[in-house]
């Protein structure tokens, strides 16, 4: 399969890393989540090429995750502003950089720490099971098909065609 067709599959992984997969794409998240709005200073930020960053804008404004939003009229001029598909990127940010946190620091510590305002409390991302706020962890957790592979697989069965668009780990939920 082609990076280009990488929507198209049925999983929810595939279908987001078409949009935030790219390798600037998440720091121009990021950027956005501190406050950077305009063009110039997201190319300042990140020392991206004009080109590549009106590409990036282009596709999260076309996703959704970004709006354009006039902020002078002459010269018209936008600023992107994070949607609330965007904001539900937050958890995703904060998940990466504890990760990168605790693996990637080189042992100099964490470049950024969070404050929860709330409690005024450092914080970190935790991943706890929306049902009875247990942590998760990799092993207490097991996959099973959803609603739409469900419906794949039963479409597929039907016509008699092969299950290979469901993932091969899935499969065995058949």
Not at 41 to 70: C, D, M, W, Y
Request: glycine share 8%; aromatic share 8%.
């Amino acid at each position: 399969m082609r990076w280009d067709d990488i929507d198209k599959q049925t999983c929810s992984v595939a279908r987001s890393l078409s949009v935030v997969g790219e390798r600037w794409t998440m720091l121009i998240i990021r950027d956005a989540f501190l406050g950077t709005r305009r063009f110039d200073q997201f190319q300042s930020n990140l020392g991206i090429t004009r080109h590549r960053l009106s590409e990036r804008l282009g596709k999260l404004v076309e996703a959704g995750v970004l709006v354009k939003v006039p902020y002078n009229d002459r010269p018209l001029r936008y600023e992107y502003r994070l949607t609330r598909k965007g904001l539900g990127l937050y958890p995703v940010l904060l998940t990466l950089a504890r990760w990168g946190d605790e693996w990637m620091d080189k042992g100099e510590g964490a470049p950024m720490e969070y404050v929860h305002q709330r409690c005024g409390q450092q914080t970190h991302a935790v991943l706890t099971c929306s049902e009875c706020n247990e942590p998760l962890r990799p092993e207490e957790v097991s996959p099973r098909l959803g609603p739409a592979l469900v419906k794949l697989a039963e479409q597929l069965g039907e016509s008699g065609e092969s299950f290979d668009e469901i993932p091969p780990l899935l499969r065995r939920s058949l």
